[in-house]
């Protein structure tokens, strides 16, 4: 191994070549640049097109590789697959501008909330209003423990991915990308896979035309997409927008279904939930006879968001702010027109480790667990366990129930007719409003994921740092919003058939974004920041339970 002497002239960065020699069976090589001149020796040489077929030459066994770097990359490595050999190689730079940042100081803890709401908010449409209800109704309240338990393990995948993003001030799919080149087109196939089937929006619009006396409703689900494109190309910024309106419906709506479970309640009811928080329901512990297993699975993976949504989290609280992510840009709307909006920066800043960054650093983590712990895993119990009240008080034994979601209509006759029928009007119109607001949500985190996805993977074939990300934003958007229409009008409308199936392919999505996630916060986070052993056993467990539990399931339904 050798290094060539370079006489540098007019250049900003130096520029270092490394020719190496050796007897490798193959490299892995992590960056390449393409199309800049380096002086050697008076002479002018170019570089062009590096890529992974001809950056390295074979003869004989013995391979030249050629690596060239500048500031812009504060990292180059390659290895053998075989693990004989790395190296590590950092830049040397004169001019460039420095790349680490202040790390900004905690705020007080009513400016945080809000991120967390949303990510509630996109769970409440699906397995907290649909799925953990239906169970309920028909299968009663001994079930409570998978919702205890779904919504904990999701407290702890939240938590990791917002770790990643407050530290580094940047998604988590940035940091995938770092060690899984194909990572971005994964996240994008199982995002529009498993959200792509408009089975919230169909409930949304099954229960509004119930109300209104309508048998068909495909139309009013056509509009509702389009109408959810429409308010989310309207917003200034797409994350204030959203913020909003999830902390507004989730403060009327919670207390509303609260107040409604009591007044409906009985003792014996309450006692049936309490064993229910241990798995003991009427003639069985656990698991009930006769359930399908695909339906809880599909209500455990949405004991909160589930599938890629929990990644959405990192995207969130960096518009938010939090920590690093105080230095990022936001998502403009679509009818913005300021241009600082528009170009966005998706690599986050790095910052010195001396004792005032690193107490900062972990006093928002201190902070940003405590609001999620409130707003999301409280917030998000009392709502899941009250609904699963409510459906068991006013709908389980009677026959019917188990059809798509007809519970949610015989619960509000049950209430008009226990109440007064006003009540019971008020539970559709609470119900229509959190389903859509749910969609809603679901489209603008599965834009948000897939468009920064195809965004990294254009980043990377160029030399640009920012990208115009709501224009790619808005695409996905709307390339939604049609699919969903196609389906509508093909008559791929039945509401809990859409929701099973999209859950379990989002479980499946969920196996395999929670090693990853652990496996990222381990290798590329300071060692202070990292998680504990505490930590990465809960991570382990939680993929361990989902692997065996996703086998299950497809054994159960495939093989017997």
């Known amino acids: 191994m050798y290094f060539i002497d370079i006489s540098f002239d007019c250049f900003d960065s130096i520029l270092l070549i490394l020719v190496l020699q050796v007897g490798l069976e193959s490299y892995n090589i992590f960056y390449f640049l393409s199309s800049f001149a380096y002086r050697s020796s008076g002479a002018v040489a170019t570089i062009n097109n590096y890529n992974k077929k001809n950056c390295c030459s074979n003869q004989n066994n013995r391979k030249t590789l050629i690596v ?135 409930a949304s619009a099954k229960v509004a035309s119930a109300l209104f006396g309508w048998e068909e409703h495909r139309w009013l689900a056509v509009l509702f997409l389009v109408l959810i494109g429409v308010i989310l190309s309207a917003g200034k910024t797409v994350y204030g927008l959203m913020e909003k309106l999830t902390k507004t419906i989730i403060l009327i709506g919670v207390p509303f279904i609260f107040g409604l479970a009591v007044y409906l309640s009985s003792s014996s009811d309450w006692s049936a939930l309490a064993n229910g928080f241990v798995g003991r329901g009427e003639g069985f512990w656990f698991i009930a006879p006769g359930m399908a297993l695909a339906t809880f699975l599909a209500a455990f993976a949405y004991s909160g968001a589930g599938g890629n949504l929990n990644l959405t989290q990192s995207i969130y609280i960096r518009e938010k702010g939090y920590g690093m992510g105080k230095y990022a840009q936001k998502i403009a709307g679509l009818f913005t027109q300021k241009e600082k909006h528009q170009k966005i920066k998706l690599a986050g800043y790095d910052f010195e480790h001396d004792e005032k960054n690193i107490t900062n650093c972990l006093t928002w983590w201190r902070q940003i667990n405590l609001e999620h712990l409130i707003v999301f895993w409280f917030v998000g119990l009392v709502s899941i366990v009250m609904l699963m009240l409510l459906a068991f008080v006013t709908t389980n034994g009677l026959s019917g129930t188990e059809q798509g979601i007809s519970f949610i209509l015989f619960e509000a006759s049950v209430i008009g007719q226990s109440a007064m029928p006003a009540m019971g009007i008020a539970f559709l119109i609470v119900v229509v409003i959190m389903l859509f607001q749910t969609q809603l949500g679901v489209m603008d985190s599965t834009s948000r994921i897939m468009a920064e996805n195809y965004a990294i993977k254009i980043l990377a074939k160029s030399n640009n740092q920012t990208i115009n990300l709501a224009k790619i934003y808005y695409v996905f958007l709307w390339l939604q919003i049609s699919f969903g229409i196609i389906l509508f009008l093909f008559n791929v409308s039945e509401p809990k058939t859409l929701l099973v199936l999209g859950a379990v392919i989002n479980a499946f999505a969920m196996l395999v974004h929670v090693p990853l996630v652990a496996w990222l916060n381990h290798k590329y986070l300071p060692r202070f920041c990292r998680p504990g052993n505490a930590r990465k056993i809960v991570m382990g467990l939680i993929s361990l339970f989902l692997l065996c539990f996703f086998i299950f399931i497809m054994i159960n339904q495939f093989f017997e």
């Open 68 to 202: 060239i770097f500048k500031s812009s990359l504060t990292e180059i490595g390659f290895s053998s697959k075989n693990d004989n050999y790395l190296l590590l190689l950092t830049y040397m730079n004169t001019n460039a501008k420095s790349k680490t940042k202040d790390f900004p100081k905690p705020e007080k803890f009513r400016r945080l909330i809000g991120p967390s709401f949303i990510i509630l908010a996109l769970g409440l449409g699906s397995g907290e209003v649909i799925l953990w209800p239906y169970l309920a109704s028909n299968y009663g309240l001994g079930l409570v423990w998978g919702a205890v338990l779904g919504i904990t393990f999701q407290f702890f995948i939240n938590t990791e991915i917002e770790r990643y993003a407050l530290v580094k001030g940047e998604s988590v799919f940035v940091g995938i990308n770092k060690f899984w080149r194909g990572a971005a087109y994964w996240f994008i196939f199982s995002t529009f896979i498993g959200f792509g089937l408009p089975g919230i929006i169909a």
